[in-house]
């Protein structure tokens, strides 16, 4: 894929799709198709997702917290314009820290 057909697609501004590089996109980022092509669906397999989780909580708090901190400011910056977006970003972020920050049980 060429640099400026990633970023047609990435703007929405694409004409056409070619299918095997949707698939090999895909496959790449270890989502779904239809959740990359639509944003409809899970994005990724419960398997990926819970080794993302696990990856979370082995990890020191500082580093996490700061990770999300990073997240959260480059979000803002990146998704000015779709509030809606953004803020469901920010909530599973929120969501995250607090977890983190509850007591075990």
């Known amino acids: 894929m060429s640099p ?14 070619d299918a095997e590089k949707m698939l090999r996109v895909a496959e ?3 989502v779904h198709v239809h959740w990359l092509m639509f944003g409809i669906g899970p994005m990724e397999d ?16 500082e580093i996490v917290n700061e990770t999300l901190s990073f997240m959260s400011y480059n979000l803002s910056r990146s998704l000015v ?4 977006k953004l803020g469901r970003y920010l909530k599973m972020i929120d969501k995250i820290i607090r977890a983190r920050s509850e007591p075990k049980t």
């Open 4 to 17: 400026s057909a990633y970023t047609q697609w990435i703007n929405g501004t694409t004409k056409s799709y």
């Open 28 to 30: 790449y980022l270890r």
């Open 46 to 61: 419960g398997e990926v997702a819970q080794a993302a989780i696990d990856l979370v909580n082995e990890a020191p708090a």
């Open 81 to 84: 314009g779709d509030s809606a």
